[in-house]
Structure formats: C-alpha cells, structure tokens
DNA sequence: GATTCGATCCTAGCACCGCTAGACAAGTGA
DNA sequence: TCACTTGTCTAGCGGTGCTAGGATCGAATC
C-alpha cells in the first residue's frame, strides 16, 4: 500500500514542477520558448514523461491557467477586502486585476488568450475560473446600478480590464496614462 | 522600361496573391493553418517565392493587418456616417466594430493580437492604423466629456470593445447578452 | 535469494514547421 | 548568337509536437 501511496505523491510532485517549470520558462521567455523539449530537459526527465502527466501541450497550458486563475481571485479578494466603500473596492479590483495581468504576463495569456483546452462560461467550466469570475462579481455586482443585471454588469466590466490590460501588454496603448483610463472606466461605469 | 514595368505589375499583383490568400485561409481554417508551404501551394508557385516579397510569415500578417485596419476603418466611418446625433454614433461605431471582428476574426487578430511586426502607438505606426484609431476618434471624441483628454476616452472606450470582441470570440463570454453588454458600455461611458 | 513480471522511462523517429543555399532555366540586351 | 542577369525551384537545415517500441528497474512471488 505504502510503496504505491509514495510513487502517487512521486509523480503528483513531478506534474507540479511540470506545471512551474512550464510557467517559469513561459514568464522568463514567452510561451514560443515552451516546447516539450525544453522543457522535458528542465525537469531533467525524457520529452515522453510529459505526455503521461498531460494529454500534450494544451493541457500543459490549461494546468498553468487554472493555477493562475486561483491566484488572480485570491489577489483580487485581498485587493477589495482592505477597501472601505463600494467604489473604493471597484477601484482596488481594477487595479489588482491590471497589475496581475502586467506582472504575470505568461500566466494571463495562459487563461484568457491561449489555448489551454478550458470550457469557459459553461457549465463545465472548472471551479478556479468560475471562482475568478465569482471574486469579480463580488465587489462588482453591487455598483451594476438599478436595472442591470449584476452577471452582466460584471462581464462588461471585465471585458474593459481584459482589453485595457491586453492591448497595453501588446504595445497597441503607451503605457503612461494607465492610470487615467482606469480612473474613467470605474468613475463611468460604476453606480454608486 | 514596358518590360520593367510589365514586371512590377505581375509583381505587385502576385504579392497581392498572397496577402489575399493568407487572409483567405486563415479565415477558413485559423492562422495555425497558414503555413508557408500551403500559402505557396494555393497561390502554385514554391516557397522561396514568399520570400522574395515578404521577409517572412510575420511581415505577412503584418501585410493582412494593414488591409484589415483600412477596411475597419472604413467600416467604423461608414456606420458613424448615416447616423444623426453623437450618442447614435457610438452606438453605431460600437456594433460596426464588433461586427467586423466578429465577421472577420483571423483578420482582427492580425491587427490587434498576433506578431505581425507592426509598431503601435508610435510616431512610425503605419498609416492604416493610425487612420483607424483616427477613426475612432472622430466620433468618440465628442462624447469623452468635459475634462477628459479625446484621445485617452478612444483609448479606454476602444479597450473595452476590444474585450468584449476577443472573450466574446475566445468563448470567454456568452454571446447572448452580447448586445445588452454594448449598450451598457455606451451608455455609462459616452457623455451627452 | 533468485526469478518473474509489470510499471516506468528513454531512444529513435514520424510528419510537419519557418527559412535558405545553390542549382537551374528563362528571358534580356549586346 | 551568345553572355548575363533575373527569377524560380529543388533540396535541405534545425526546429516543432507527438508516439511506437525496446530497455530497465523495482516489486512481488516462489
């Protein structure tokens, strides 16, 4: 019993470095630079190793994305839990939200642009990314205003993050008024 | 100097070839698809031929993107125009604007999310994407409201189309509500 | 303690990718 | 007609994701 219990928290332990490696290389490098390759090497196993913890490299991805959304949700319930008002919270989620994405770059184009094989918006949808979307409609849902649904409310809002962090990332928005369009979008659309 | 010309003409229309057959079958079967061997085999001439006019697959998405923010452009000004007043107009640009990336997503990604070695927000962005932004601009800026800079409203306004375009299309969000979502954002951002 | 046997892992290889060197043919001007 | 430039192709490089099949090692059995 024991042997087998030792070799499964073996092989758990080895599909977590799997997991950080794979976001390690993608943060220091860009995803391109994740192959099985490289990153067999990294973990010091043979390329095939990967494909008996992962179906192939998309789900490679998918686990770095799950791993990620759980950390986006927690940061955002720290950021709101230590605001004051409603609109105090808006404006703490807004930016935990940016500074998440512009600190973890890999890791949000692993949840929100790549591929990583996730139902999103489903009912199959794994619980970390329902959960990220439940910790943004927390602190959002209550300055929807009178007549919008709160689900609703929630998703435009965090369509205005997702785009304002994506297209900055990508160099479409100069990065020095940052600040200023975070201040419009949560003075404009939030109801308080 | 005919023959020369002759020449430059057969040119020009063969690199105009492949930028339509690049964009063509990446509509079709995604931008993964786009390879350099199938882009040489559709437009039957060989590989090396691509690299006589593009200096690789990059500078021709970058040659797809171009076309693309031209046409959006022209969409976007073509919509703002049959309508009368401001508040109309946004509403007008808005759905112009998703609809085209939604009717042409692998172009949309060219412009606004893969590589094609374009320079944004910059003094040497190509013509067609500052006229596209210009575009924007045109009829956002009149609804940015007192105190707030035109250009940084466009910003923040196209940010949050631009969210709601790729989770929409990512199967990010639900494309039911996605009509209520527009009208919540125009109507809490733009001031009339 | 030797032996069987199954799980585990690696070597080698597939078809494909972007890209390029060098051979070759076709068309041009003398 | 001939030299030469120009244009195009064949073939190949190193890389990719992924997999088949053989080797090895450790656990359980006699």
Known sequence: MSVQER??????????????????????????AVTTRRLAE????SQPVLYSHFRGKREIIGAVALEGAAELAAAVRAATAAADCPRERVYALARAYLDFAAR?????????????GLAFAHEDTPEPLKDAFAALLESLGEVAGDGVHPGLFTETFWAAL???????????????DAELR???LVDRLAVV
Request: charged content about 35%; glycine content about 6%; cysteine-free.
């Open 42 to 45: 990294r973990i010091e196993y």
């Open 162 to 176: 997702h785009g304002l962090a994506t297209l900055t990332r990508a160099g479409r928005l100069p990065p020095e």
């Open 104 to 116: 973890n770059p890999a890791v949000y184009d692993a949840i929100f642009q790549l591929d990583g």
């Open 182 to 184: 975070v201040e419009l």
């Open 7 to 32: 070799k499964e928290r073996e092989r758990a332990a080895r599909e977590r470095l799997i997991v950080a490696t794979a976001r390690e290389l993608a943060e220091q490098q860009g995803w391109d």
